[in-house]
């Protein structure tokens, strides 16, 4: 094989690729949003399970467990869990596993209703917990009730929400702790959103 073609199979390898990716979320409302976000850019690799485990500490296990089981068929290229600040216990000893494991937490704080403020403003205000973040959003989103699926009311403005995220993230962890669990304000949900959005056949 001419060193030519060898050029064009590996550039058709790159543009068929589609990773698959595990996400088990804390709650009904997070895992609703990301089966949206596929269906909108049209990505087949996602894996949204329903799971009954509802902390950060429990969804680590579940996630690794899950990890290990498609190891013996089709593994996974990305594992991510995310979970709300929620008040939980455990929130160290969740990441460390996570870590340990290759396991990616997406982390929230005050809750996953900051991502949707996130589309609207790149807010850094200290919220003591989600109805007071929620107060700030119905600003931007008249009537917003906890729960309640924005996805199409939010999506137009998709990019900002990701430009303002990462900056945000970079901006908290040089001014606090490394350990993004206690960080406040705090959402790195555009990393998943990048994910479907790159490898999107759309884009």
């Not at 790159?14 to 609703?32: H, S």
């Not at 007071?132 to 939010?154: A, M, N, R, V, W």
């Not at 669990?181 to 990048?194: D, G, H, Q, R, T």
């Amino acid at each position: 094989m001419s060193r030519e073609s060898r050029s064009h199979k590996s550039i058709r390898v790159r543009e068929t690729f589609r990773p698959k990716i595990l996400v088990l979320c804390e709650g009904r409302d997070e895992r609703r949003y990301f089966n949206s976000l596929q269906r909108e850019f049209s990505f087949t690799g996602l894996e949204l399970p329903a799971t009954r485990f509802n902390t950060p500490r429990e969804l680590v296990r579940e996630a690794v467990r899950l990890k290990k089981e498609a190891k013996k068929t089709i593994p996974y290229d990305h594992v991510y869990v995310v979970v709300d600040h929620d008040n939980h216990p455990h929130h160290a000893e969740a990441f460390d596993q996570a870590k340990a494991n290759d396991v990616i937490l997406i982390f929230s704080n005050p809750c996953f209703e900051y991502w949707y403020l996130l589309h609207f403003s790149p807010t850094t205000k200290l919220h003591p917990n989600c109805e007071s973040l929620i107060t700030q959003l119905k600003t931007y989103l008249l009537g917003y009730k906890h729960g309640q699926d924005c996805f199409e009311k939010i999506l137009p403005r998709i990019d900002t929400a990701v430009t303002n995220a990462k900056h945000i993230c970079i901006e908290v962890q040089k001014a606090g702790s490394n350990k993004i669990y206690e960080l406040s304000p705090f959402c790195n949900v555009w990393e998943i959103v990048e994910q479907i959005r790159t490898f999107s056949p759309l884009t």
